[in-house]
């Protein structure tokens, strides 16, 4: 029994033996697959509300309109259309207009929208960037490029009030000018209609002109990339600022501190950019664009214009009304809240001095002496 077992055993020594080896041949089992990341959301485009671009449109446009006034005027009706034309617009619209635009020049800035649009791709981070900019404008000042951004802004709407505020200086000069005519001292009809519609045109937000939204709204999308260059000359085409065709000189640098408007439009212009500045985000643009001092200049100019007109009976004195109140006030107000400097106004010449009567002095009469007797 003893000598049968003995083979059986080797057979199956050999068949584990075989097994174990077939075993170590095997395929070993897959890897696990890696984890699967998910990629970060792309961050948002840049976005600026249809509203904002409207507004920057409606102050581009009365700023235009305004600032081609021309000071040869012939007759009653032609001063009674230019009135029409400079009383066209309402105090607080035409601020956020002008702030409007000023965001849509700093979108052209290539170093101010990048340097934003570092803080757009980490979500958290991006809602912190809006969080402090809605809480405090004055922290879009803090990005690279605002400097060459605020320049853009300083110059621009600079150059648009200084072309208004000089165009009413020559109208100013005119209602002098004009009185060598006849008709001019003759007396306005209906004084009193064309103050009701002075009122009643500043009540009323200005229009935009939809082929110049079509131009700003593409200008405010699309950043032009432009190498440093000299800076252009303050009265520069607005056109050629904003085509982005061209190949644009680089803005210069403008430190701070810079007004509130300025200020208030690169914050503006940093929502955009952070993609936070749509038709959505409207009610926290209007609270950006909040600025009282801005507004009370606006408001003392019109406020002064009526006034001018309430009392303004020839021809001559309208033609006055207009230079002065509608025209240089409007342009010095656009020209002190961009913070560019006041065209030097020599001072007035000093009053000719009244020549001073001399006393008459009367000759005593001779004293008679008495003869004695």
């Known amino acids: 029994m003893f000598l049968n077992l003995r083979p059986r055993a080797a057979i199956t020594a050999v068949a584990l033996a075989a097994a174990s080896i077939l075993a170590s041949c095997s395929t070993p089992p897959a890897a696990p697959p890696p984890p699967v990341v998910k990629a970060p959301p ?30 040869n005027f012939q007759n009653g009706d032609q001063i009674q259309a230019s009135l029409k034309v400079g009383v066209g617009y309402e105090q607080k619209h035409f601020l956020s207009g002008a702030m409007s635009y000023g965001a849509v020049l700093a979108l052209q800035d290539p170093t101010f929208v990048s340097s934003v649009r570092a803080f757009a791709a980490d979500p958290a981070q991006r809602q912190q960037v809006i969080a402090a900019l809605t809480a405090d404008p004055a922290y879009a000042v803090g990005f690279k490029g605002s400097d060459t951004a605020a320049a853009r802004i300083i110059d621009t709407l600079g150059a648009d009030g200084l072309k208004v505020y000089q165009a009413g200086k020559k109208v100013k000069q005119a209602a002098y000018d004009v009185q060598r005519v006849a008709w001019s001292k003759g007396f306005v009809t209906e004084r009193d209609a064309r103050l009701a519609y002075a009122k009643s045109a500043s009540a009323t937000p200005a229009l935009a002109d939809t082929a110049d939204v079509a131009q700003l709204q593409q200008a405010a999308l699309t950043t032009v990339a432009a190498p440093p260059a000299p800076p252009p000359a303050p009265a520069a085409s607005i056109d050629a600022a904003l085509d982005t065709t061209a190949a644009p000189a680089g803005p210069r640098s403008a430190p701070p501190p810079y007004r509130p408007l300025v200020i208030r439009s690169l914050a503006v212009a940093a929502l955009a950019a952070l993609g936070a500045a749509g038709d959505d985000n409207l009610p926290t643009i209007d609270a950006i664009m909040a600025e009282p001092s801005s507004a009370s200049c606006l408001n003392m100019a019109k406020l002064n214009l009526y006034q001018c007109l309430a009392v303004s ?40 001095e009244k020549p001073t009567a001399k006393k008459k002095t009367t000759a005593k009469p001779a004293a008679v002496k008495k003869k004695k007797a």
Not at 44 to 71: C, H, N, W
Not at 329 to 351: L, R
């Open 42 to 71: 792309p961050p948002p485009p840049i976005t600026l509300s249809s509203k904002v671009v409207e507004r920057a449109s409606a102050f581009r446009g009365y700023m235009q309109r305004a600032g081609a006034i021309d000071a």
């Open 313 to 352: 009976k020839p021809h001559y004195e309208d033609i006055f009304c207009l230079g002065q109140h509608v025209m240089i006030d409007t342009g010095a107000c656009v020209i002190k809240a961009s913070g560019a400097p006041m065209p030097y106004e020599p001072p007035p010449p000093p009053p000719p």
